[in-house]
C-alpha cells in the first residue's frame, strides 16, 4: 500500500491506546481523537488520596486473558487476586433473611491490577511520548476524498491516510456520519451489537475500616431481591485503604443519587448494621448516561449480541478504514482482553498494509 500513513484513531479508550502503542513500536505515528476530558473510555479508576482506588469501569481479568496479561507483562504491571473471603452474603428470596454461605474454591479466580485498572491506560499513554493526543474532541464525519480521509471534529478538520474507528460498533452508527455509506450488512450488525456493560450502574462506598472482613472474613454479597445485586470487597492492593463496591440494577439510573446512596446503606445495614454510615465518601457511574459509550437500542438486544461478528474484520474503504474497539475483537470480544487483542490486530494490519516496516507485534 503506502510508505508510513499518517494514522488517525478514533476513540482514546484501550483499545485505540493499544493500537497507537503498537503502531509505534513499528515507527508509525498515529494520532489519537478523543471526545471526552480523559482517556480510558469505559476504563476510568477514580483515585483520591485518603480512598482506596475505586474502579467505576473495568476492574477485572482472567489468566485467559492472554492479550491483556501479556501487556501487563510488557509493561511491568503487577496484578493481584480478587479477595473473596471465606464468606459471601446471600440473599435469595424476600421471605428469608440474608443467608451466610461458604464460598467454595475458586480454580479460576480474578484478578486486579495493583494501583487500579487506569494505570494500565496511563502507562500507555506514557509509552506514546509525542503522539498527538486531541482530548474534547468529539468526531462528527468521516469521509473520504480520493487517497484520503477527512474527519471532521468539534474543532478542526483533519486529514489521514488511514484511520481505526474504537467506538463500540452502536455508537459509531448512531452519532458519526460516513461518506461514502459503509455496506448495509456491516452498518446492519452494528446497529444490533451490544456494547457490554453499557447499561450498568457501578456503585462504591469508601471506608477506613474493612468491618466486612474483621470479624468475619466476608468477600462478596448477592442478592436476588435488593438493589445491590452483587458487592465486592475493593480494597487495594497495599490493604491500607478499603471500599465496598459493587452493581445496582439499571432500573435506578432515573431515580436520584440520594434515593440510590438511601437505599444502599439501608442494605448494606441490614448485613453489618450501624457501621456502614461512617463511610468517606460513596461513589457512583451510571454508564447509560454517557454518551460517549452508550447509544439506546430500537429493541431487545442480548448480552454481548454480535460481539466479534466477523464482518468488523473487513477493511472498508481499500484498505484505510479499519473498524476496531474491543466489541470487534476475535478473543473475549466486549472485554478488557478483546480491546487489547483488537487494538494489537489492527496495528498488525496497518503495518503489514505498510511498505518497508518490519512487525515485531
Ligand atoms: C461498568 C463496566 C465494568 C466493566 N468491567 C469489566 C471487567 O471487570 N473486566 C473486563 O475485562 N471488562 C470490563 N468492562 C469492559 C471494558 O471496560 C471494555 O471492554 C474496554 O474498556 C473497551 O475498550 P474500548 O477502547 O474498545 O472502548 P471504550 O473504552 O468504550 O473506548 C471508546 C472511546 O471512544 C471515545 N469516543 C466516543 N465517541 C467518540 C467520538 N464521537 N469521537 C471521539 N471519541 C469518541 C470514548 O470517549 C472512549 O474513550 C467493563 C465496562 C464497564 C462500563
Redesign the pocket.
Known amino acids: 500500500m503506502m510508505k508510513k500513513p499518517i494514522v488517525g484513531i ?7 491506546l493499544v493500537t497507537a502503542y503498537y503502531l509505534k513500536k513499528s515507527g508509525i505515528n498515529a494520532s489519537i ?4 476530558n480523559r ?5 476510568h479508576t477514580h483515585y483520591s488520596e485518603e480512598e482506596a482506588p475505586v474502579e ?6 482472567g489468566k485467559k ?1 492472554v492479550h491483556l496479561i501479556q501487556l501487563l507483562e510488557e509493561l511491568h504491571l503487577p496484578i493481584y487476586e480478587q479477595f473473596m473471603g471465606d464468606l459471601a452474603i446471600y440473599e435469595p428470596i424476600s421471605t428469608s433473611p440474608p443467608q451466610l454461605v461458604q464460598m467454595p474454591y475458586n480454580p479460576d479466580p480474578t484478578y486486579r491490577i495493583k494501583g487500579g485498572t487506569s494505570v494500565l491506560i496511563q502507562e500507555i499513554k506514557n509509552a506514546l511520548d509525542n503522539t498527538a493526543i486531541h482530548l474534547h ?3 462528527k464525519s468521516i469521509n473520504k476524498r480520493n487517497e484520503k480521509i477527512e474527519v471532521q471534529t468539534n474543532g478542526l478538520m483533519r486529514t489521514y491516510d488511514a484511520v481505526v474507528v ?3 460498533p452502536k ?1 459509531w452508527m448512531d ?2 456520519s460516513f461518506t461514502p455509506a459503509l455496506p448495509d450488512p456491516l452498518v446492519d450488525i452494528a446497529q444490533q451489537t451490544h456494547t ?3 447499561e ?1 450502574i ?1 456503585v462504591a462506598l469508601t471506608y477506613k475500616k474493612p468491618f466486612w472482613k474483621t470479624t468475619q472474613s466476608i468477600g462478596s454479597i448477592f442478592s436476588n431481591t435488593s438493589l445491590i445485586s452483587e458487592m465486592y470487597d475493593h480494597s487495594n492492593f497495599e490493604e491500607n485503604a478499603y471500599a465496598l463496591k459493587g452493581f445496582i440494577g439499571g432500573g435506578y439510573a432515573n431515580t436520584t443519587l440520594e434515593e440510590r446512596k438511601k437505599r444502599i446503606l439501608e442494605q448494606l445495614s441490614r448485613y453489618f448494621g450501624d457501621q456502614v454510615h461512617d463511610y468517606i465518601n460513596y461513589h457512583e ?1 451510571i ?1 447509560k448516561h454517557e454518551q ?2 452508550h447509544s439506546d437500542y430500537d429493541g431487545f438486544i442480548l448480552p454481548h449480541q454480535n460481539n466479534g461478528h466477523s464482518i468488523f474484520k473487513e477493511v472498508q474503504w481499500n484498505g484505510s478504514l479499519y473498524i476496531g ?3 470487534t475483537a476475535s478473543a473475549h470480544p ?6 487489547v487483542e ?1 487494538g494489537k490486530s489492527i496495528a498488525k494490519k496497518i503495518i503489514q498494509n505498510t511498505q518497508s516496516v518490519n512487525s515485531d507485534i
Open positions: 478514533i476513540g482514546g479508550g484501550l483499545s485505540g481523537l478523543e471526545a471526552r482517556l480510558g473510555g469505559r476504563v467505576l469501569g473495568a476492574t477485572w481479568l486473558h474532541t468529539s468526531v474504537t467506538l463500540p455508537l452519532t458519526i457490554w456493560m453499557s450498568s457501578k457511574a454508564w460517549y459509550t474497539g474491543s466489541e466486549g472485554y478488557l482482553d478483546g480491546a483488537s
